[in-house]
């Protein structure tokens, strides 16, 4: 999940703007979390798409 959508519990504000304590220690702990984090779902998607082709042509090409 990315933390664009997460809303903080503490201050009711979205956690990728930091205004509390708590929303800056989560975001600083979702960066670290993985690379992947920071990207939106339809770049995971494509990402997705582009190696199931990948792994496709390969397979018609050794068959």
Known sequence: MTYD???CAN???PVSEGRCPVCRANRERLQ???F???LNP???IA???VL???V???AHQTA
């Open 56 to 58: 496709a042509l390969l």
């Open 47 to 49: 990402l997705l798409t």
């Open 32 to 34: 670290q979390e993985s």
């Open 11 to 13: 201050c009711a504000s």
């Open 42 to 44: 339809m770049t995971l």
């Open 5 to 7: 959508r997460l809303v």
């Open 52 to 54: 199931i082709a990948a």
């Open 36 to 38: 992947l984090a920071g």
